[in-house]
């Protein structure tokens, strides 16, 4: 039997640390961060992972969006392409994470099972692998201030599967009911356990594992009152169902009726997993068997398969009779440790020290390291007593090479000249063990037949393609003549020189399926609109290493246009990364965060397990923006508009789904209105009146009308003509169709309108990563004509387009 271990994510610039283990039938994945559908789209020829169908069971080693900020958009992919269902096991917290995700996370009839490692957890066991899972805790547990500094006493008492319903957030100043007043949280007689696995259940085909020591009786009761359960979670926002009951674009407050949970403490658990494979039958001795008269055919093959069979004669022979000694099944362990604090932990648990797998020795660790743990000598002690024999793989951003994984993406930046790639070799550290190797995407680790490190796989260090006299080569060419011609007639200057207070510059990260856009005015803040998955490495893409903390320090608001993973998976990531560099500084300035209330709720709930900086943010619900609003502002509106230098922000709602709304903004004098997705809408024309740009989405072209209004989008000239009514002076058509992966195709004659007074409109196309100032953005159409030569012929046959384009990842 072959099957292997491999890296899918390491730590790099587009994917977080993820590993595969292969068999035929089946695959094994272990952490799905961010990025890791991109990765498996991007090297679908090479990546054994690849097969939905076939993963079925994951696990993750932390409850951080490091480890699991993939999942949703993974579920949705494997639920809409017909997958069999799958079973994700992790810490504690991890039921929470995934209920809290009910707002935009929707499959009632995926079957989905959900697993909680505690003390005394079972091993996952199958044909293929048992899987044990060892809990770890840190030594000196991080405490984070306000009320989880108290919480610290029954942490570990919840993470074996009590309850708790005190808050881990302290106040929060959140807008979600009609009367402007911070959401209270719920308390019910209810535990916490039984309200997650409802609402699970209402997520999903839920199918949950019963306690370890409830007997059947009592399983088939409390499956019972789970079906019966009192619990109203509502319609849910993405339901059809509640489309039906619910119509129109009015529906925002009447959605909002899914009850908080009830609040988790951060748990600081980590989960280690031993595995072992199949054992592994000894080699069949023909000789052996034809002495003892054993006639060729099924019988034997029964016999080597490890089956005893019974002769004509009454004699019965046993496999060892004629079969070398079976091998056990090979050991491997995936083990995480993101900080200092756990190695005392590791080094010191019984399950995990090498003489604990003397009669089978461990053939390979991954190693999932955070920083300093290398160096650490207590750590290197641990890895060395494993001996020579086993194969060690170190997942770290110090020791695995800081690369380029998405190759596709990183050809379009480099055709633009935009980044500069920077890669770093595994550094010298002395005192490892002599088995070590560098994680890198597509490492190949293999059990059986025979043991080996296999990086044919693995992708060179990033260069671009251009460099054949391939059909490419030439295209690129051809490209370039063009370009060279038109660039008489534009003058673009220095992209980086500093932005003018009457100036605006316009990056859009993601034009397929929203993974954001972002905006920054005046040198003083910036802004996103929408932020989906990945849009962290795409910024990193964008402004390279150097620059691109420096970004971040700036962003002083996230809008968020709706609900649809894809536009806002990408948030806790950034976030995260901004919270970390406040922190640095002690700044304690807020970053604003204005979406529908439903999404204000999952910070809310997410922020109850991981760290990410919610304390210091300012959550506005959009419905407080709305333009046609009598109710006067409140407190946080005030402080917002004085902290981000807006002296207009205004919201409209329109028809997409529950609570998708357009935002219409004005700093400086500049006006700029954002559609998120949406059909066309008069108020949003009314709103945006005389915009000094409009952003709009133009999912598909003119010819597919029937297929809009059923998606409700738009097309390419409902776009314009919002525009164009608007009397707009600028407009960029961006969230394309999966037809046109690169670059839509445009007749020229839409490149440029004319509003009633004589106005001219131009009109622009966003690509991911473009960069241009506003002040430069009629310069924008002599470029389209080179940018069609490169691009503008990679089109997608439409049975290849995903039926459903609004789930996390599908636009990647």
Same mark, same amino acid.
């Given at each position: ?21 292969? $068999? ?69 917290? +991890? ?77 929060? %100043? ?135 069979? /019974? ?5 019965? =022979? ?15 362990? =995936? ?7 756990? =190695? ?7 399950? #995990? ?19 300093? !743990? ?11 007593? $494993? ?59 293999? $059990? %059986?037949?025979? *043991? ?23 295209? $690129? %060419? ?56 990945? /849009? ?8 390279? *290493?150097?620059?691109?903390?420096? %970004? ?25 990364? !901004? ?24 910070? @809310? ?24 609003? *009598?109710?006067?502002?409140? @407190? ?83 776009? !314009? ?24 195709? #445009? ?17 622009? =196309? ?6 241009? *100032?506003?002040? @430069? ?5 002599? +470029? ?29």
């Amino acid at each position: 039997m072959k099957y292997q271990l491999q890296i899918v994510g390491a730590a790099t610039v587009d994917t977080r640390a993820s590993v595969a283990v292969v $068999f035929d039938a089946q695959r094994y994945l272990f952490n799905c961060g961010e990025g890791t559908q991109r990765f498996l789209n991007d090297r679908a020829k090479t990546c054994m992972a690849v097969s939905g169908a076939k993963t079925r069971q994951l696990f993750f080693t932390r409850n951080a969006w490091a480890c699991i900020g993939g999942l949703p958009g993974m579920i949705l992919t494997l639920a809409d392409a017909g997958g069999k269902g799958m079973t994700v096991r992790g810490p504690s917290g +991890l039921r929470h994470s995934i209920a809290a995700m009910r707002q935009f996370l929707y499959r009632p009839t995926h079957p989905v099972t959900v697993c909680e490692n505690t003390l005394g957890s079972m091993p996952y066991s199958d044909e293929n692998l048992t899987v044990t899972s060892v809990i770890l805790r840190p030594s000196q547990p991080a405490r984070t201030p306000g009320r989880d500094a108290q919480l610290h006493a029954v942490q570990t008492q919840q993470e074996t599967q009590s309850t708790s319903n005190v808050n881990s957030n302290g106040k929060r %100043e959140i807008h979600t009911d009609t009367n402007h007043q911070p959401s209270q949280l719920s308390r019910s007689s209810n535990s916490r356990e039984e309200i997650e696995h409802s609402v699970l259940s209402k997520m999903f085909k839920l199918v949950e594992p019963a306690p370890l020591s409830e007997s059947a009786a009592t399983a088939a009761k409390r499956a019972k009152q789970d079906s019966d359960s009192p619990i109203n979670v509502g319609f849910h926002p993405l339901s059809s169902k509640n489309e039906q009951h619910h119509a129109g674009p009015q529906n925002d407050t009447r959605r909002t009726n899914l009850k908080r949970l009830n609040p988790h403490t951060k748990s600081t658990a980590i989960s280690a997993y031993i595995c072992k494979g199949p054992k592994v039958n000894g080699k069949f001795d023909n000789a052996a068997a034809k002495a003892l008269g054993i006639p060729s055919g099924p019988i034997r093959g029964n016999l080597s398969k490890g089956m005893s069979i /019974t002769l004509d004669d009454g004699r019965t =022979i046993h496999p060892q009779d004629v079969c070398a000694p079976s091998k056990e099944g090979a050991i491997f362990i =995936i083990l995480d440790c993101p900080s200092l604090e756990y =190695i005392d932990s590791i080094v010191s648990h019984p399950e #995990l020290q090498a003489n604990a797998f003397e009669s089978n020795p461990v053939q390979c660790i991954v190693h999932l390291l955070g920083p300093g !743990i290398l160096q650490h000598e207590a750590y290197q002690k641990w890895m060395n007593a $494993f001996g020579d024999k086993t194969q060690h793989i170190v997942s770290s951003e110090e020791h695995s090479p800081l690369e380029i994984t998405l190759t596709a993406t990183a050809q379009i930046q480099h055709d633009l000249n935009y980044l500069k790639f920077e890669n770093n070799s595994l550094p010298e550290v002395s005192g490892l063990p002599k088995l070590i190797t560098a994680a890198r995407p597509l490492t190949i680790y293999q $059990f %059986e037949p025979k *043991r080996l490190v296999d990086q044919s796989a693995v992708a060179p260090t990033f260069k671009s393609k251009r460099t054949t006299r391939d059909k490419d080569s030439e295209t $690129f %060419e051809k490209y370039k003549a063009e370009a060279d011609a038109v660039r008489p007639s534009v003058s673009f200057g220095n992209a980086t020189r500093p932005v003018s207070d009457d100036d605006v510059v316009i990056v859009p990260l993601g034009t397929a399926a929203a993974i954001p856009g972002k905006y920054r005015n005046g040198g003083d803040g910036s802004m996103f609109f929408d932020a989906g998955e990945g /849009t962290l490495g795409q910024l990193y893409r964008h402004y390279g *290493r150097d620059k691109l903390d420096d %970004e971040l320090r700036m962003v002083k608001c996230i809008f968020i246009s709706h609900l649809h993973a894809d536009h806002h998976l990408g948030v806790v990531n950034i976030l995260k990364r !901004i919270h970390e560099l406040q922190t640095e500084v002690s700044n304690t300035s807020p970053v604003c965060v204005v979406g529908p209330s439903l999404y204000l709720r999952w910070l @809310e709930e997410y922020a109850d397990v991981e760290e990410f900086g919610f304390e210091k943010l300012l959550l506005i619900d959009s419905k407080d923006f709305l333009w046609n609003s *009598r109710s006067p502002q409140g @407190e946080s509106e005030v402080k917002f508009k004085n902290f981000t230098g807006i002296t207009s922000f205004e919201t409209v709602l329109v028809k997409h789904c529950a609570a998708a709304y357009a935002l219409v903004m004005e700093k400086n004098g500049i006006k700029i209105s954002f559609s998120g997705d949406c059909r066309p809408s008069d108020e949003f024309v009314q709103v945006g009146k005389d915009s000094t740009l409009v952003i709009h989405e133009a999912t598909l072209e003119d010819d597919k009308m029937t297929e809009a209004i059923l998606k409700k989008h738009c097309t390419t000239s409902e776009a !314009i003509d919002i525009a164009t009514r608007m009397n707009a002076k600028n407009l960029l058509l961006t969230h394309f169709s999966q037809r046109y992966p690169k670059l839509p195709l #445009l007749d020229a004659s839409k490149m440029s309108s004319t509003a009633e007074d004589g106005r001219s409109l131009a009109v622009g =196309i966003a690509f991911d990563s473009m960069r241009v *100032r506003l002040s @430069e953005f009629n310069q924008l159409e002599p +470029l389209y004509g080179p940018l069609n030569t490169l691009w503008g012929q990679t089109a997608v046959k439409d049975e290849d387009i995903p039926v459903e384009d609004e789930k996390a990842g599908s636009a990647v």
